[in-house]
């Protein structure tokens, strides 16, 4: 038996092979809430496009709802296919076949939700008296559900172990799981209840014999200091767990924030030892969505909002549904919220997708109670430091940042032993730590017994958060910047100083070699003006310091290479915020030193790599100072460029070295560049048609003339060809074209001329190149 995704089928959606032969075909039409009158002319186009296609027993399905009358004339629509009355089912005969297989049903959630026997008991007040409003919400959010890994995950919890815990970090959706379990439990003939306060509101509706199921939700509250917790509350609670476990008559589901968890572990005995609470765990995080379920939620909301078609086509335009969906801190929270608010927003409907996507670069809303109330002062300062680092690090490093950020005002040093007790209650909701991981330091070599405890920060969006709150602290951004023990943690300054500004291309430039490429059209954050000295006297201080970043090696399976900052991007990065503020932060022996050791690096580095040190060179180039010394690298970099003149893009890149980096030209780069040009005319000439021979396929042809191209066009010689060469030339590209391409499989398009005019219509919206494909044709369906 196959299935096939949504989208076109040509009037196939199930198909069933017996021994090698097609033997059954279903058509499947979603039509929910029409009549057969709504749906007519679809079914006849339906019948037209499949003719007398298929021979073997054909049946159509659509949740539609049909009378006898209807199923004889849609039998007689399609009389070219064997479909006989009887198999044809609206959605009347879909319902009597789900009670016939109730088995079906519970499999599938949005299902059974809505069943009358499920609303009975959530309805009945015996059940639910003091739990009513769950009821509505759970009846409300149904529709924006999507199941993920962790619901399987939790049943199998409840079954082997009768409890399950729920935890993870805000937003990511605990609750709706646990009531989830609930409605699926309930429709399984469980008693519901859920308690509001403390384990008492369990124990008064204790009812030996009988099937209970309990939810506990935030059972720890949303205090990290666990002050929620009354007398002895965490022995009774351990206790009642323990008791659950062994009555196979109760479960009990109980959500809670993983960091808040941990720290309770640490500091209620009983509820570290309890053997359940470590069996019975189930974290829900990103990682339980793939990309599929996750632009069902984003899909879900937008589809039951209330947004107009120009709110919606800003997200389906150019497919920029999957910026929301591959976003970094993509949330389910987030994604309610913005749905949910935009109409009360004042943002014009045409700039939803922008809004939304502000939304994700600086969720602070998810972070703030968290950070600013719940969190303990040594908690906070730990998450600052690695928030500067960003990237993986080393335990010892990490604890060495933290030491020289706290003495900066005198405080106490954490020690090694609370360092470590730190790192496990926030472990899960921030902070990810990798134990035992092989390192390869690149210095020493790699050796197996060299290993070592690695942390990073489990949410970019809480990187965001920070660098917000600072903007609102400015009185913590001197402590941080004097505290900085690594060059990358004073970058991670200056990038949120510098912000999204006239020089972004260049800043993004500079940071790519360390942070990676920042995501096209997010705004960096920024902080509070006014410390650009500070920032510059971090930079200065730790311009030769180690780094302490740490990546996967590609070479080895679970091991670590030390990540390096290069000199030139510690530089760039110095020059640009200098730039910033008038090139008033760097003094002229800065100045020299850093063209000095540029000069150094162009005279050893590869030809390859010469490139790379161009930005610097046109920072530099604004500097009077260091006029004369960066005349003398430029030329050095451009005699060097000159020795290697095998391909247009050799030309260009030796041009550029001239034309375009600012640099003041001196008598011996004027009479090089005039050389240069009469050198690249002649070897435009000839060269195209060499290459021409060599090249192998269309790819390469296409690649070779598109190179001479833009080369003609850097030196102004777009006239200099021949004309009627060029056409003979864009003839021969044809002919090779042409020859690669293989016809053997097209086939006619039989598809209905309205849906094809529909098709082109919507172009720029399904645009992936890849038919077919699951998340396209789902909202390709929001208009």
């Excluded at 026997?117 to 999507?146: F, M």
């Excluded at 690594?486 to 070699?513: C, K, M, P, Y």
Aim: glycine share 4%.
């Amino acid at each position: 038996m196959e299935t096939f995704p949504p989208g076109r089928d040509g009037g196939v959606d199930i198909r069933l092979h017996r021994n090698g032969e097609e033997t059954l075909i279903v058509q499947c039409k979603h039509s929910p809430n029409r009549t057969f009158a709504q749906i007519k002319g679809q079914l006849e186009s339906e019948a037209k496009k499949i003719g007398d296609r298929f021979s073997c027993r054909y049946i159509l399905a659509t949740s539609a709802s049909l009378t006898r009358q209807n199923k004889q004339e849609i039998a007689a629509m399609f009389a070219g296919v064997r479909l006989e009355v009887d198999d044809i089912w609206g959605v009347d005969d879909l319902d009597n076949l789900l009670r016939l297989h109730p088995r079906v049903e519970v499999n599938n959630f949005k299902l059974w939700i809505t069943s009358s026997a499920v609303l009975d008991h959530l309805l009945h007040p015996e059940l639910y008296q003091r739990s009513s409003g769950l009821v509505d919400r759970i009846i409300k959010r149904r529709k924006l559900y999507v199941h993920s890994e962790a619901y399987p995950d939790s049943l199998q919890m409840l079954e082997e172990h009768h409890v399950c815990v729920i935890s993870g970090e805000p937003g990511i959706g605990k609750t709706t799981l646990a009531e989830t379990l609930l409605v699926k439990l309930l429709s399984d003939g469980w008693e519901v209840y859920s308690a509001s306060s403390d384990v008492t509101d369990i124990e008064k509706v204790w009812k030996p014999g009988v099937k209970q199921a309990f939810l506990y939700d935030d059972f720890l509250g949303q205090n990290s200091l666990l002050d929620n917790l009354n007398k002895n509350e965490d022995s009774r609670l351990a206790n009642l767990v323990e008791r659950i476990r062994d009555a196979g008559d109760k479960v009990l589901i109980m959500t809670t924030r993983e960091y808040i968890l941990q720290q309770a572990q640490q500091v209620h005995e009983r509820l570290e030892s309890s053997r359940t609470l470590a069996d019975g765990k189930v974290i829900l995080d990103l990682s339980h969505y793939t990309a599929e379920q996750k632009a069902e939620i984003f899909y879900n909301h937008i589809h039951f909002a209330e947004l107009s078609d120009v709110a919606r086509r800003s997200v389906l335009r150019e497919r920029r549904y999957m910026e929301v969906i591959r976003h970094a801190n993509f949330n389910p929270r987030i994604i309610e919220l913005v749905t949910k608010n935009f109409k009360n927003s004042g943002v014009g409907d045409e700039y939803f997708f922008e809004y939304v996507l502000n939304a994700l670069d600086d969720p602070r809303e998810l972070w703030e109670r968290i950070f600013e109330s719940q969190l303990s002062a040594a908690e906070r300062s730990l998450l600052l430091v690695l928030t500067t680092i960003r990237t993986r690090v080393e335990l010892k490093d990490l604890h060495r940042a933290l030491n020289a950020y706290e003495s900066v005002d005198g405080g106490r040093r954490t020690d090694l032993h609370t360092l470590r007790l730190l790192l496990k209650k926030l472990e899960g909701t921030f902070i990810q730590v990798s134990v035992d991981t092989a390192l390869d330091d690149q210095v020493n070599g790699f050796h197996p017994s060299n290993r070592a405890t690695l942390i990073q920060l489990a949410n970019p969006s809480f990187v965001d958060y920070v660098s917000s709150y600072l903007s609102t602290h400015p009185d913590e951004i001197n402590q941080m910047a004097h505290g900085c023990l690594f060059f990358e943690q004073a970058e991670t300054l200056a990038l949120w100083e510098l912000g999204e500004d006239s020089h972004t291309q260049l800043v993004r430039i500079a940071f790519d070699a360390f942070f990676g490429a920042a995501p096209q059209g997010r705004q960096l954050p920024r902080l509070a003006p006014g410390h650009q000295t500070v920032l510059m006297s971090a930079l200065t201080r730790l311009e030769s310091a180690e780094s302490c970043t740490w990546e996967n090696s590609p070479t080895y399976y679970r091991v670590a290479i030390r990540h390096e900052v290069s000199v030139r991007s510690r530089h760039l990065v110095m020059l640009i915020l200098d730039h910033k503020y008038g090139r008033s932060l760097l003094d002229e022996g800065s100045l020299l030193r850093i063209v000095h050791m540029l000069t150094e690096r162009i005279q050893q580095a590869d030809l390859g790599l010469l490139a790379r040190e161009f930005p610097l060179l046109r920072y530099l180039s604004r500097y009077e100072s260091v006029e004369d010394q960066l005349v003398a690298a430029r030329d050095l970099a451009a005699a060097r460029m000159l020795q290697v003149l095998e391909h247009p893009e050799n030309f260009q890149s030796a041009l550029s070295v001239f034309r375009d980096l600012g640099v003041k030209p001196s008598r011996w780069s004027e009479q090089s560049e005039a050389n240069l040009r009469q050198r690249f005319a002649s070897f435009a000439s000839e060269w195209d048609w060499a290459e021409a021979g060599r090249v192998n396929n269309v790819v390469e042809c296409e690649s070779s003339l598109s190179s001479l191209q833009e080369a003609l066009s850097d030196f102004e010689l777009q006239e200099s060809l021949d004309p009627v060469a060029l056409v003979d030339r864009l003839s021969m590209l044809q002919y090779e074209v042409a020859q690669d391409l293989d016809f053997g499989d097209e086939e006619l398009d039989e598809s209905d001329p309205g849906e094809r005019e529909r098709e082109e219509r919507q172009g720029n919206i399904h645009s992936s190149g890849q038919p077919g494909d699951p998340i396209d044709d789902l909202f390709e369906t929001l208009i």
